[in-house]
Nanobody, 124 residues
């Protein structure tokens, strides 16, 4: 059974940076595309970034392009989200998800079970 453990969230000032990690177990990590999502209070969960199984293809939400970078280390079964120039609108709980089919990652509503996520708060 797949296990996804998100970490790295924190309280950070506007303009600051954080790196989130998602440790994955229970699956053959290197055949799964990975996505990072976030959910702010009162808002729907949204896809922030995605990366293909081999790490060659990446995709970003318009709101984070140029500020966030998704990467993965298949030897460590871990996917990362480097977040730079954070602003208060980035405040949310961040989650990761694995799927063998890239296109399914674009619809967070298809997934029933989510991990505990990691809280990112951007505030002065």
């Amino acid at each position: 059974q797949v296990q996804l453990v998100e970490s790295g969230g924190d309280l950070v000032q506007p303009g600051g940076s954080l790196r989130l990690s998602c440790a994955v177990s229970g699956i053959h990590f290197n055949i799964y595309a990975m996505g990072w999502y976030r959910q702010a209070p009162g808002k729907q969960r949204e896809l922030v970034a995605a990366i293909s199984s081999g790490g060659i293809i990446t995709s970003y939400a318009d709101s984070v392009k140029g500020r966030f970078t998704i990467s993965r280390d298949n030897a460590k079964n871990t996917v990362y989200l480097q977040m730079n120039n954070l602003n208060p609108e980035d405040t949310a709980v961040y989650y990761c998800k694995a799927d063998t089919i890239w296109s399914r990652l674009t619809d967070p509503g298809r997934y029933d079970n989510w991990g505990q996520g990691t809280q990112v708060t951007v505030s002065s």
